[in-house]
């Protein structure tokens, strides 16, 4: 795999930690170790800087002075699109999708207040379900007749440049383990617009290591359409890789019992999830994405899935700026805490 080959801005300027998580690991009789990658640069950090490390420098080379992109009300991605358009002398225009009717709030905190304070040039907020791929390239054409020269980039970076990113944190930690000498049986990571997962694949697919790549779901319900998008995602960005061996779609494993009530709505268990890491480790998930993948790895612990002598390794992509907007759902940490004046 020669990730030389494409056009990368170095938003990554070193292997983000693997550290051992011993409190959590004590309580679900496993030996969990996390990938920093909430710790990645970039504005709070997160799984898109390395995606964006790949599709920003496409969008350069090709002579763009705006970028265009999409996601969730309280996306990470178009945080992160932004200050990475910030730091490039870039336009940057949001297209947010209200996923959850009535649940966007132009005064809202975590991500909706830092594209505000970061101030996006443009951010235009629809009704869920609609056409946001034609949303992006209307607004592009209007861009375009002003003399811009306007870069799209999918929701999430999901394509094979973005996913790139993970094809690169894949080669990175086999090196990681190389040098420390280690080795992990699974990585359970958040399986959402597909890059992350599909890139891990394809880069562990090309170095050859034998990790076993578990996806949790948290946008679709349904197991075999993520498997699907995760399948086709992962053979593209091989593909673009110019890898000639074959992929074995058997390994291609997502999980959707830890979704929760849908798309942004945490069940008990994320909940659960983001109080634990909390109180063991005091590494913060969030609701919407890592507090479901790390549910996921906790449930699968519980159900004894996973054997004497496997070594698990959490993919922390980040997402904690959004944990604040949905202090509501934590009332028995707010409440006492308040009432007691805090101290
Ligand atoms: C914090 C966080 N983790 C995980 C994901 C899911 O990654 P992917 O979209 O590559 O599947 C996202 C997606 O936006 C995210 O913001």
Redesign the pocket.
Known sequence: MNLHLFPRRGYVKQPTPIEWLPRLSERLGVEVHAKRD?LLEGCLG???TR?LDFSIAKAISQGADALITC??IQ???CRLTLAWAIRENLECHLILEERVKDTYDPKGSGNNFLFNLLQANSVKVVPGGSDVHGEMERLSEKLIAQGKRPFLIPG???DPVGALG?AACAQEITGQLLESGQSFSHLV???????????LLAGFAATNTPIKVI?VN?RRPDRKTQEDLILGLTRDTLSLLGFKGEFDPSQVHCDERFLGLGYSRPSETTLEAVRLLARTEAILV?P???GK?LAGLIGLAREGYFKRGDKVLFLH???FPALFTYLELFPEVVGPWAAQGGD
């Open positions: 909430d997160g799984n898109k995606k996601g969730a996306s990470n991605h999430g970076a999901a993970y990571c958040a399986s959402g617009s597909g890059g992350t997962q599909a890139g996806g948290v969030d919407v994405y890592t993948s992509t980040g997402g």
